[in-house]
């Protein structure tokens, strides 16, 4: 079955810590992103990916790293600089626009992070 | 600046039609996704709208007015099932993919 898978799910680590959030897909997709949800807040774009060795900041880039270098695999590093990085982090993909293909996103289950 | 706006709850009954409006005001627009997200999950694709008019696909369907800046999403025969928030969010720009804006979610509530 092709999908997003996102591990852990549940993620606990001590303030001042880097920690790695995984998520890998294997619908083919093209390009892969980074959100943030926190309650009462829309979803935030950390990062974003269309192509493989390529990655562009979103809007809350901050604090954050990742890398791009297998078209399946998206990595986020959290690293000890966000301030506030106890959320739940969403991981999604999709297909390239102009390619003619449906280009909705598709998201993992998501990794719920708290710091303390 | 973007901004998208979304009720923040409603409260349905089963069995009934329930519609959730969504209102932008973005720098560009490329179309209109609904999402569906249950509590602790992820969201899931509802619909896709581009060009003004009603989408309909099974018990929900989707409507856009480009020169208002409104969508709506309507569900039909609710189900206890439907209790969830529903995202509404614009893609701003043709051929370029970071930039899907998210409204902040409406939560809804079917009861019996």
């Known amino acids: 079955d092709g999908g997003i898978t996102q591990s852990p799910k549940y993620l606990f680590r001590k303030e001042g810590q880097n920690v790695t959030l995984s998520c890998e897909q294997n619908?083919?997709?093209?390009?892969m992103y980074w959100y943030r949800q926190d309650p009462g807040q829309g979803l935030r774009l950390i990062y974003y990916s269309q192509i493989v060795n390529d990655f562009q900041k979103g809007d809350i880039a901050e604090g954050y790293s990742v890398s791009r270098e297998k078209k399946e695999s998206f990595p986020l590093t959290v690293t000890s600089a966000q301030k506030n990085p106890t959320a739940f982090y969403l991981c999604?993909?999709?297909?390239?626009?102009?390619?003619?293909?449906?280009?909705?996103?598709?998201f993992g289950p998501g990794t719920r992070l708290t710091v303390t | 600046g973007q901004n998208i706006d979304q009720p923040t709850e409603m409260t349905a009954t089963e069995g009934a039609i329930v519609q959730i409006n969504c209102t932008y005001q973005t720098s560009g627009f490329n179309g209109l996704f609904w999402y569906q997200q249950h509590a602790g999950e992820a969201p899931t694709f509802l619909s896709y709208n581009v060009l003004d008019g009603l989408e309909e696909k099974g018990r929900f369907s989707s409507f856009l007015s480009r020169s208002k800046g409104y969508s709506y999403l309507l569900l039909k025969e609710l189900k206890m099932k439907d209790s969830a928030s529903y995202l509404c969010?614009?893609?701003?720009?043709?051929?370029?993919?970071?930039?899907?804006?998210f409204g902040k979610g409406t939560k809804l509530s079917v009861k019996p």
């Open positions: 999604a993909s999709s297909f390239r626009s102009g390619t003619g293909r449906s280009y909705e996103q598709y």
């Open positions: 619908l083919n997709h093209d390009a």
């Open positions: 969010a614009v893609k701003l720009r043709w051929g370029s993919q970071g930039n899907l804006i």
